[in-house]
């Protein structure tokens, strides 16, 4: 059975910084894909950044330069470094595991929230 | 970029049949995927590759794809299918998703 259990998530004041973790059980992430998905509140699904196999990686417009994604494999987890933090960064961030050869987010944590506020 | 396009919302009479479209430019060519998510939970894949049921999904769930619109169908609809559900490709570029319709059971 896969898990994906997201941590990290908490109140910061903007400009601020949080890293987000990513713990993978069932799924290992340096032969995955992995993935950052948010949700603000109210609104739809957001990707934020993903991290393929081969280490390249995929940042939205909005956090590019600002948000780093990696891994530690052998850990077999993922983190989110976010720098420079807006207000319209708050939202639930989700790990999502993506398997290899496919393009479906087939693995969901449970969320984190990160809340940007002053 | 490449844009998907859901309504809003979507209403079905319990026991009876939902369909949720989700537009996109010649989407046939592509694979959609379909995610459910309740209040309060992270998404689920329902639909994956346009037709497939993931483990575990209920056979009233099933995906069609064709032209410019891939459509999700919810038979026998239940109070418990009430979410938002989103579709999703890759869009050549990038993963998007849609905008998310909700699926109200009345």
Redesign the interface.
């Known amino acids: 059975e896969v898990q994906l259990v997201e941590s990290g998530g908490g109140l910061i004041q903007p400009g601020g910084s949080l890293r987000l973790s990513c713990a993978a059980s069932g799924f290992t992430v340096s032969s995955n894909y992995m993935s950052w998905v948010r949700q603000a509140p109210g609104k739809g699904l957001d990707l934020v950044s993903v991290l393929n196999k081969d280490g390249s990686t995929y940042y939205a417009d909005s956090v590019k330069g600002r948000f780093t994604i990696s891994r530690d494999n052998s850990k077999n987890i993922g983190y989110l470094q976010m720098n420079s933090l807006k207000v319209e960064d708050t939202a639930v961030y989700y790990c999502v595991g993506i398997p290899a050869a496919s393009d479906s987010f087939d693995y969901w944590g449970q969320g984190t929230l990160v809340a940007v506020s002053s | 970029s490449y844009d998907l396009t859901q309504p809003l919302s979507v209403s079905v009479a319990l026991g009876q049949t939902a369909k949720i479209t989700c537009g996109g430019n010649n989407i046939v060519s592509k694979?959609v995927?379909w995610?459910q998510?309740k209040p309060g939970q992270?998404?689920?894949?329902v639909i994956?590759?346009d037709t497939i049921r993931?483990s575990g999904i209920p056979d009233r769930f099933s995906g069609s794809n064709s032209g410019n619109t891939a459509t999700l169908t919810i038979s026998r609809a239940q109070v418990g299918d009430e979410a938002?559900y989103?579709c999703?490709?890759?869009g050549s570029l990038?993963?998007?998703?849609?905008?998310?319709t909700k699926l109200t059971v009345l």
């Open positions: 694979n995927h995610y998510q992270a998404p689920v894949l994956c590759r993931p938002v989103y999703q490709v890759w990038s993963w998007v998703f849609g905008g998310g």
